[in-house]
């Protein structure tokens, strides 16, 4: 096989996968009290310490872009204090951020990794029917990945909130 056809074939592999997610569907979690619009067809999977993550399929698991959820009941949090702990995080560990905003119901920080990796993290205050809950949404894809996975992935922070 010629050097052009390894590239193309690689290139179609990458390609496979992220055309196999058609859109966003509702998604909601008793347990945690959330919902929000995650990608059609991305298998899921509990993580360890409680929340849900969906994976995108037909990529190792070190490159594949993720949507990651957790909830909690809040009991008066400092987001503030959780802003700066997690935008120092970043910093120190390299990151660029490329935005960061925050307000009295939570923040949302945008950064680039040294690897390339992109990835945002929103942490939001919501008053649900069985109390406040302090949500986090994590969303995360690699550099080659961004035509299409910002595009996929961009209502998913602004869907996120009580079941």
């Avoid at 990608?39 to 993550?53: E, H, I, K, R, T």
């Avoid at 190792?60 to 400092?78: K, T």
């Avoid at 120190?92 to 119901?105: A, E, I, L, R």
């Avoid at 949500?135 to 079941?163: F, H, N, T, W």
Wanted: glycine share 10%; proline share 5%; net charge negative.
């Amino acid at each position: 096989m010629r050097r052009f056809d390894l590239i193309l074939a690689a290139a179609l592999a990458l390609a496979a996968p992220m055309a196999q997610a058609e859109g966003l569907v509702a998604w909601s979690n008793d347990s945690l009290g959330i919902a929000a619009q995650v990608p059609q067809d991305w298998p899921s999977a509990q993580m360890y310490g409680g929340g849900v993550l969906f994976t995108a399929p037909g990529f190792d698991a070190h490159v594949a872009p993720h949507v990651a959820l957790r909830a909690h009941p809040d009991s008066g949090s400092d987001l503030g204090a959780m802003h700066d702990q997690m935008l120092r995080s970043l910093l120190m560990d390299g990151d660029q951020v490329t935005t960061d905003q925050q307000d009295k119901t939570g923040f949302e920080i945008a950064s680039t990794t040294g690897l390339g990796k992109h990835e945002l993290r929103k942490t939001m205050r919501l008053n649900c029917k069985g109390g406040p809950v302090l949500a986090e949404l994590r969303i995360d894809y690699m550099q080659a990945q961004a035509d299409e996975m910002a595009s996929l992935l961009a209502d998913v922070p602004a869907s996120l909130g009580c079941k």
